[in-house]
């Protein structure tokens, strides 16, 4: 059964089509996220899976190596549907895929599972899903954790759009930054003696109400040589306002870190969970207010715990909480099992966070635009790894001690 459109198929597409994943080169990132989501819901095969007008693609996936599929047969395309898990035990007992080449195929597809990669804005994606050739059923933990995986992959694909954002910002404010030294001669030197000559003649004719011919004359002389020098002024305090404005800047007020870091928490627990990883909360002192975009800080610090989930051996403790220490800090602390068994996140938030190769594919790309979304937040990120103590990674925010009104005046002059 062919899966109907979503009504917002057309703002669905666009959201989509702005990511710019589709047909790109496997990632590292996504390849840990489908082998956790097969590993936890204990199946053959997993999927990242991004519904496309006519087509279901795959950015990363184990088992059969199955790319590309019509969206007419896809199962993703009815779960893109709905905005929860969509399970179907038994695909040859379901009207909607009983008659599916997929499902009818010798050892074809049984069992399926699809959480929708819901965006910030609304709007389904594609799905995490899992598949098996036996029908099967998840436990709530495995539900639970299926979710929190397709979050993840959500998150990494707004995360990098808004990086990509930031770049781009970021040359732009450069670019103006070296043409202000040519428009501050002109509004120094050409400019100004133009506007000291209009203000003389119309002071004059304020005072006297006499029209002087031979000064207007040199006034629109003067003003019509300029009038482009007026229109650069313009354009370039133009754009240096646009700058950063754009729809994927970020949306930055005070929020209480305290309660943004609970969140990351909460949304990485069922993953660590499903790795039988305790995840020690901390993060319940009192309100450290900073400026930031919550949505965003959300979403890079749960990449971050769930960095320190992936590269922590089953059965080990991470600890997280917040604290004053030079300002309003988020600690995160991957601790060493007792057996000696070390975690391996430090490499990874070192190559990835701190050493910021975010232009440079590789395994930690992830990390590293994480990183960039920090740096615009101004926040400092310090990294340390002890035997015996494990990785301890510091995130210190400029403390933010504002009124509504204070901090509204603030964003508006800066």
């Known amino acids: 059964m062919k899966a109907p459109l979503p009504d917002n198929e057309i703002e669905r597409l666009a959201a989509l089509y702005s990511l710019d994943i589709l047909d790109s080169p496997p990632e590292k990132d996504f390849d840990d996220i489908v082998a956790l989501a097969a590993g936890v819901c204990e199946t053959p095969m997993s999927m990242v899976s991004l519904v496309d007008a006519d087509r279901q693609w795959a950015k990363a996936s184990t088992g059969p190596d199955l790319v590309e599929t019509p969206r007419d047969l896809s199962f993703c395309a009815h779960a893109i549907l709905g905005r929860d898990l969509l399970v179907v035990p038994d695909a040859s007992q379901d009207a909607r895929f009983a008659d599916n080449p997929a499902v009818t195929?010798?050892?074809?597809?049984?069992?399926?599972?699809?959480?929708?990669?819901?965006?910030?804005?609304?709007?389904?994606?594609?799905?995490?899903?899992?598949?098996?050739?036996?029908?099967?059923r998840l436990e709530m933990e495995q539900q639970q954790a299926l979710r929190a995986l397709a979050r993840q992959v959500t998150a990494q694909l707004e995360l990098r759009r808004y990086a990509y954002a930031l770049a781009?910002?970021?040359?732009?404010?450069?670019?103006?930054?070296?043409?202000?030294?040519?428009?501050?001669?002109?509004?120094?030197?050409?400019?100004?003696?133009?506007?000291?000559?209009?203000?003389?003649?119309l002071e004059s004719l304020g005072d006297t109400g006499y029209h002087d011919f031979e000064l207007a004359d040199l006034v629109g002389r003067a003003t019509a040589a300029h009038v482009r020098g007026f229109r650069e002024l313009i354009d370039h305090l133009t754009q240096m306002a646009d700058a950063g404005l754009g729809g994927d800047s970020l949306h930055m007020r005070q929020v209480d870190l305290t309660r943004v870091t609970q969140r990351a928490v909460e949304a990485v627990r069922p993953i660590a969970a499903s790795k039988h990883i305790w995840i020690l909360n901390q993060a319940g002192g009192p309100s450290l207010p900073i400026i930031a975009d919550p949505v965003r800080l959300e979403q890079v610090l749960t990449h971050l715990l769930f960095a320190a989930v992936k590269y922590t051996p089953e059965g080990g403790r991470v600890r997280v909480g917040t604290e004053m220490e030079s300002g309003p800090t988020v600690r995160l602390d991957d601790m060493d099992l007792p057996d000696g068994m070390r975690p391996d996140l430090f490499p990874?938030?070192?190559?990835?966070?701190?050493?910021?190769?975010?232009?440079?594919?590789?395994?930690?790309?992830g990390l590293a635009v994480a990183k960039r979304i920090l740096d615009a937040h101004h926040a400092t990120v310090a990294l340390s790894d002890r035997p015996g103590d494990g990785t301890s990674l510091h995130v210190v925010f400029p403390y933010a001690d504002l009124t509504p009104d204070e901090l509204i005046r603030d964003l508006a002059l800066a």
């Open 105 to 136: 195929a010798i050892d074809g597809t049984r069992f399926y599972a699809g959480a929708p990669l819901m965006t910030t804005d609304g709007f389904a994606l594609g799905t995490l899903c899992v598949m098996d050739t036996e029908p099967r």
């Open 168 to 201: 781009n910002t970021t040359a732009r404010l450069q670019e103006l930054e070296r043409r202000k030294d040519d428009l501050a001669g002109l509004v120094g030197g050409e400019l100004r003696s133009s506007l000291r000559l209009m203000s003389t003649y």
């Open 348 to 365: 990874h938030l070192y190559y990835g966070a701190i050493a910021n190769l975010a232009d440079v594919p590789g395994p930690d790309r």
